[in-house]
């Protein structure tokens, strides 16, 4: 039974994600549902990798909450979205980011229902991951001299929500890390130039594939 539970979020998160990316960009777009069979290749990217480290991570992380790993599967496939639009635009729109604070409320408030004082420690994790992103991005923005996007700032405070005071040092670090890494290789291949815009939204994807790694 929880094998096919498992199955039946992973198609739910494809589906979604195909949707919504559909959904946004339905001139460019094959016509939904044909789209799931084939989108392009980002979202096919993106959707494979983020079942995958899914997938994964339930394995080596068996004795983690369940409700914290569904907040941060959440997390994943809202990022997701976002992944795809910073790839291909690098943009992060305002609406997702207020549909993810609406699907956390909602979340929160559906735990409330069940057990409230795990809710209110999800809760208070929540804020704590999402002020502690949002400070360091704050600081890196000025630092940056306002090269580091506004999006960048508030789609880090909000991941703070999902992945909480647990996960989101993790996710900033990893993603940053490699985010270093990959300019670093471009500006040597001369492939871009200093102080050229880098889309970050991909690496904090990535920091996030690796954190659910980590119990």
């Known amino acids: 039974m929880k094998t096919f539970i498992v199955i039946l979020l992973f198609l739910a998160y494809y589906v979604l994600l195909h949707f ?13 549902p044909r789209c799931l069979l084939y989108n392009n290749m980002i979202v096919t990217a993106v959707g494979c990798t983020g079942i995958a480290a899914m997938a994964l991570s339930i394995v080596l992380n068996s004795q ?16 997701s979205v976002l992944t795809v ?12 980011l207020l549909i993810m604070l609406g699907v956390w409320a909602v979340y ?18 929540g804020f704590g991951g999402m002020i502690f992103n949002g400070i360091v991005f ?7 001299k306002k090269k580091l996007g506004g999006g960048d700032v508030k789609l880090a405070a909000v991941l703070g929500l999902f992945f909480t005071t647990e996960k989101s040092f993790g996710v900033l670090l990893y993603g940053l890390i490699l985010c270093s890494l990959v300019s670093a290789g ?8 200093a102080g050229a815009q880098i889309p970050l939204c991909p690496f904090l994807f990535a920091g996030a594939v690796i954190m659910l790694q980590i119990n």
């Open 20 to 32: 919504w990316v559909f959904r946004i960009y339905k001139d460019d777009s094959p016509s939904f």
């Open 186 to 193: 471009l500006l040597i291949a001369k492939k871009t130039k």
């Open 108 to 125: 929160i408030l559906a735990n409330m229902a069940v057990d409230l004082s795990i809710a209110l420690r999800l809760a208070a994790m």
């Open 85 to 96: 639009t910073d790839l291909k635009e690098k943009r992060i729109p305002n609406r997702v």
């Open 138 to 144: 704050i600081i890196g923005y000025f630092l940056t």
């Open 64 to 79: 983690t909450d369940v409700r914290l790993l569904l907040l941060y599967y959440l997390g994943m496939m809202l990022l």
